[in-house]
């Protein structure tokens, strides 16, 4: 047997819709995921978190390229 949100199928048989339709809407809105307010700020801090490791990432790539290309420059700039 499905569950369903009993408010909402409530709801909807007060505003004249169908019995079939409204428990139908009632029991697919029992089965999805809502996320809260409390998800948001997790995941917000994760991003957060992953932002400041790609930043550090892009610095760590950055002097990698210096550091490989600055000597290939100079060859190339003081040779002649």
Do not use: N, Q
């Given at each position: 047997?499905?569950?369903?949100?009993?408010e909402?199928?409530?709801?909807?048989?007060?505003?004249?819709v169908?019995?079939?339709k409204?428990?139908?809407?009632?029991?697919?809105?029992?089965?999805e995921?809502?996320?809260?307010k409390?998800?948001?700020?997790g995941l917000e801090?994760r991003?957060?978190a992953?932002d400041?490791e790609?930043?550090?990432v892009?610095?760590?790539?950055a002097?990698v390229?210096?550091?490989e290309v600055?000597?290939?420059?100079?060859?190339?700039?003081?040779?002649g």
């Open positions: 047997m499905t569950t369903m949100i009993s909402v199928y409530e709801a909807f048989r007060a505003a004249g169908p019995d079939d409204a428990r139908k809407v009632a029991e697919v809105m029992s089965t995921t809502t996320i809260t409390w998800d948001m700020r801090r991003l957060d992953i400041g790609i930043k550090l892009k610095w760590m790539l002097l390229v210096a550091a600055l000597p290939i420059l100079k060859a190339l700039f003081m040779h």
